[in-house]
């Protein structure tokens, strides 16, 4: 079977820990991506990586880092200086260089007290 | 102002009533328009793209783009009580992708 996998599905933290979330894909593609969703707004870009060992930050990366050693992984994240942790995140993936016909795993979600 | 305008509903509609969901966005150098559609507590998933201003079908499924007006809809004809879900606009523009906050829509039997 061919997707975007994401692991784990539910995932709590306390407060001052750093927490990664884990991103693969099986579709061969090239680019990847990291947003962040929370009720009633729209998802936000947090990372993005078009080829391995390269990544750009998108319009909310403070807190966040990322990796892009293999083409098939691209795991987040989450520092303790990100001020609102408390979040639904999407991996999604792209065959297309301009980042058209991204396809998106099926989230973590991600709980911090 | 922000970039995408979507009404974030709640839409309700009976089963087998033509939908119609729509966006604006403000920023004319958006190049592609997708609708995703995302079920409760799922990744959304791609239900149609399109480039340029015009039409394109895919089954029940309609996209519109009206560039000069920025504007987009997506039509469902015969909808379903499965058709129930979140409908997220997005917009792309040099990889940089932009949302809408979604219409949530509600098909009764």
């Known amino acids: 079977d061919g997707g975007i996998t994401q692991s784990p599905k539910y995932l709590f933290r306390k407060e001052g820990q750093n927490v990664t979330l884990s991103c693969e894909q099986n579709l061969n593609h090239d680019a990847m991506y990291w947003y962040r969703q929370d009720p009633g707004q729209g998802l936000r870009l947090i990372y993005y990586?078009?080829?391995?060992?390269?990544?750009q930050k998108g319009d909310i990366a403070e807190g966040y880092s990322v990796s892009r050693e293999k083409k098939e992984s691209f795991p987040l994240t989450v520092t303790s200086a990100q001020k609102n942790p408390t979040a639904f995140y999407l991996c999604?993936?792209?065959?297309?260089?301009?980042?058209?016909?991204?396809?998106f795993g099926p989230g973590t979600r991600l709980t911090v007290t | 102002q922000k970039e995408v305008e979507q009404d974030p509903g709640p839409l309700s509609v009976p089963e087998g009533a033509i939908v119609s969901l729509n966006c604006t966005y403000s920023n004319s150098a958006f190049q592609y328009f997708m609708w995703y559609r995302q079920y409760s507590r799922k990744g959304p998933e791609l239900l149609m793209y399109t480039y340029s201003s015009g039409n394109k079908e895919d089954g029940r499924f309609t996209a519109q783009v009206d560039k000069s007006s920025k504007y987009i809809s997506l039509f469902i004809r015969d909808s379903q009580p499965s058709d129930s879900a979140t409908y997220l606009c997005?917009?792309?523009?040099?990889?940089?992708?932009?949302f809408g906050a979604g219409t949530r829509l509600t098909v009764k039997p």
């Open positions: 990586s078009q080829i391995v060992n390269d990544f």
């Open positions: 999604a993936s792209s065959s297309s260089p301009q980042g058209n016909e991204q396809y």
């Open positions: 997005a917009m792309l523009k040099n990889n940089d992708m932009r």
